[in-house]
T-cell receptor, first 114, second 115 residues
Framework: AQSVTQLDSHVSVSEGTPVLLRCNYS??????LFWYVQHPNKGLQLLLK??????LVKGINGFEAEFKKSETSFHLTKPSAHMSDAAEYFC????????????FGGGTRLMVKP | ETGVTQSPTHLIKTRGQQVTLRCSSQ?????VSWYQQALGQGPQFIFQ???????GRGNFPPRFSGLQFPNYSSELNVNALELDDSALYLC??????????????FGPGTRLTVL
C-alpha cells in the first residue's frame, strides 16, 4: 500500500526567504511522485513530477524537489518566496501498479509574510 | 488553466437526496478520475473511468457511482446523500496508453453542501 506524510501542516516564511515543504512517502513499488498546489477556492495545479528519471526535478514558478530513495523523501523547495506562493501544497504518490490511483498527503499550508 | 471543466460550481442538497456532478475532460484525454476533498483534508480517490468502464475504486460505498461517455466526459452520481458527503468534488483527466496513466490534470471542482 502507498501512503504520504507531509510533516508540517503549516509553514510560515517571510517574502524573499527560502521555502522548504517536507514530504515522506511509503510505496511497495517504484513510485511516481508529484507536488500539486491549491489556491483558495481553486482546483489543483501541477507543480512538478518525478517519474524515475532525474532525481532533482524542476517545476513551475521556481519550485524544485529532490527524490531521495534511501530517505523515502520528496521535499519541495524554492530559493525565494513570493507573496503569490501562499497556498495549500499537496505531496502525491502513485504506485506503478496501483491502477493509476493518486494518494494525497494531508497538505501543507504555506503562509508568506511581507 | 487545465482545460478540465466541471459543473455546477456550487450545489446545495438535503439529506437523502441524489446529486449528479459533471466533468468535461481536457482535449485528447481518455481517462477521468474523481476525488472527494473534505474541508481541511487532502483529496481522496473515489474511482477512475477508462474507455467507459470503471478502472479502479477507492474506499467509497456503492451509492457513489459514475459514468463515462464516448466523448470521455463523465458524471459522478451520489445517492442517499449524507451530511458527511459535504465536500469539494474534483475531477481529473489524463491520457492512458497501454493501461498506464500519465499526469492527471484537475478541474476547479464542485462544492457540494448537504443540509
Amino acid at each position: 500500500a502507498q501512503s504520504v506524510t507531509q510533516l508540517d501542516s503549516h509553514v510560515s516564511v517571510s517574502e524573499g526567504t527560502p521555502v522548504l515543504l517536507r514530504c515522506n512517502y511509503s510505496s511497495s513499488y517504484s513510485p511516481s511522485l508529484f507536488w500539486y498546489v491549491q489556491h483558495p477556492n481553486k482546483g489543483l495545479q501541477l507543480l512538478l513530477k518525478y517519474t524515475s528519471a532525474a532525481t532533482l526535478v524542476k517545476g513551475i514558478n521556481g519550485f524544485e524537489a529532490e527524490f531521495k530513495k534511501s530517505e523515502t523523501s520528496f521535499h519541495l523547495t524554492k530559493p525565494s518566496a513570493h507573496m503569490s506562493d501562499a497556498a495549500e501544497y499537496f505531496c502525491v504518490v502513485r504506485e506503478g501498479n496501483a491502477g493509476n490511483m493518486l494518494t494525497f498527503g494531508g497538505g501543507t499550508r504555506l503562509m508568506v509574510k511581507p | 488553466e487545465t482545460g478540465v471543466t466541471q459543473s455546477p460550481t456550487h450545489l446545495i442538497k438535503t439529506r437523502g437526496q441524489q446529486v449528479t456532478l459533471r466533468c468535461s475532460s481536457q482535449s485528447g484525454h481518455n481517462t477521468v478520475s474523481w476525488y472527494q476533498q473534505a474541508l481541511g483534508q487532502g483529496p481522496q480517490f473515489i474511482f477512475q473511468y477508462y474507455r467507459e468502464e470503471e478502472n479502479g475504486r477507492g474506499n467509497f460505498p456503492p451509492r457513489f457511482s459514475g459514468l463515462q461517455f464516448p466523448n470521455y466526459s463523465s458524471e459522478l452520481n451520489v445517492n442517499a446523500l449524507e451530511l458527511d458527503d459535504s465536500a469539494l468534488y474534483l475531477c481529473a483527466s489524463s491520457l492512458a496508453v497501454r493501461g498506464a496513466t500519465d499526469t492527471q490534470y484537475f478541474g476547479p471542482g464542485t462544492r457540494l453542501t448537504v443540509l
